[in-house]
């Protein structure tokens, strides 16, 4: 039996849920599903320049989680534009935290 989930802190997301192309109705589109703990590990790995380690630290996970949810979010972003997707930012197992925490 696998152990359990860790839970993620995650900086609190309040932005658009939903990114899609336009003039495409979202009933034509693919979805793509986006977690928000792949959003965090992109956000301090790609955006505030943390290495792996001080990301995992920041989120309450291993380093080799940061690295699993980076090239999972990534090739979910970079799959949603190549083959206009709709892509969807949902919850997950994560716990949100502000901007300071």
Known sequence: ?????????CHRFDGDRV??????????????????DEL???????????EQEAAGERMGVSRGTVQRLL???RAKVVGALLRSAALIIEGGEHEAVHADG
């Open 40 to 50: 965090e590990a992109m956000r301090l790995c790609d955006v505030e320049n943390h």
């Open 71 to 73: 090239a999972s979010g």
């Open 1 to 9: 039996m696998p152990r359990p989930r860790k839970r993620r802190r």
């Open 19 to 36: 990114f899609k192309p336009r003039s495409i109705p979202m009933l034509e589109l693919p979805l793509v599903r986006l977690g928000l």
